[in-house]
């Protein structure tokens, strides 16, 4: 079956997800300092895309190293004065290594996305979005796709969507990729990980306080994705509302479950 | 350069952790937790049965799979997935939560006496007396045990019986036999999904 899938930003510009940011921020006091530091990386993100899209992107990081370096310098030096002392020291280690570390350190995740690292993923999302955007496929590195990962960059999802569209009533379900922000189907009674379909195994957590946001949890696999339901709340930015919905993450592991892909805050 | 194992920043947030998996403090986001109540739902994929178009939906149920809790249909909606819905349903089919939860829904038998206007409650056991009665009275004044030509037919032909499409299978099962052995010949069941 031909996969109909989305490329590129189709869940908001970047100043659309900075300016949900700071809406949530201001609207709820415990996840603001996670949301302030997220609004921030956004920022820098906005900027390294501005300056990707005036550069000639090959397709290959390898080749492509000399454009995105400065802009992952820009992220690092910014992200140790306003972020965390854990990511401050990591960043004091890499720039010690010079240049050659920085390029080793995107390398290195670009080849294999590994879930639960910060630096490759922050600098590197807006480096695959605008591939995505030019419908140029990331020549250095293995592409094994599959329904679970994203059609275009192979990359895992960062997060689950309901939502109209289409020739679609209801909540169609979209996985979002964690790197280029692709999109593309999946169905509703399915774990995003293991791909169980018995749904006395699959279970929905959600709670009123967040209201459309829930847990989609699988009892074989042990995961998770947070699912944001634009049917609920259609001005909602997946991407922001996920990291708002932070308290979802907590209570979730709390019970065991483990999150498929961790999000720029490291939840 | 030698990669440090920090420099991966291998995420490890596991049970009752204090701070993200990249050092966030998420004491406050811990304690928001413990004030949210959670509630577990499951979906099931199902078909509509309320005509043969057979359109797929989805079932919300809402129970912590307890022993002692009994689950809850709280919503249902058509099946975005459904190759011949695509997540639409028709106004009926939209109201199937109403078939499942009813405060409408009668719970007792009634009767409309011949010439009333209204229906009125009658016990249980009045009611199969009743119904076996009349059921017994009109199937010996209308039995044909032969046609026309002198052929071995055995039909009921005073009594019909016609099913609800929210009827199951097993009930239509014992629908059929009961009406066969009664030789009743008009006989609908709407069973077409």
Known sequence: MAVNFQAGPDQGSWQRRIDRAAQLAAEDEATRPLLVFYGQLLGLQRDTYDTLRKAPLSGSLERDLDVVRPCASAILSAVRTTGPALLADEIQEIVAGGDSAIDQLLLEWWRTLAANQFFGKVVLQPYAQRLAELSRRPLDRELYTNEFRCPFCAGPPQLSMLQRGGELEGGGRALLCATCFTSWPFRRVRC????????????????????HLRVDACDVCRRYVKTIDLTRLGVAVPLVDEVAGAALDVWARERGYEKLELNLVGL | MAISRRVFLKGSLTGAATLSAFGFDIAPIAAQARTLKISRTSETRSTCPY????CGVIIHTLGDKAKNAVPQVVHVEGDPDHPINRGTLCPKGASLEQDILN??????????RPGSTRWDDIGWDQAIDEIGRWVKKTRDATFVEKDARGRTVNRCEGIAWTGGCTDTNEFNYLVVKTMRSLGVCYLENQARV
């Open chain 2, 51 to 54: 005509c043969s178009v057979s």
């Open chain 2, 103 to 112: 405060d409408r829904r009668l719970l007792k038998p009634q009767v409309r």
């Open chain 1, 192 to 211: 995003v990980s293991c791909g169980e379909e018995d749904e006395h195994r699959l279970a929905y957590f959600h709670s009123r306080a967040l209201d």
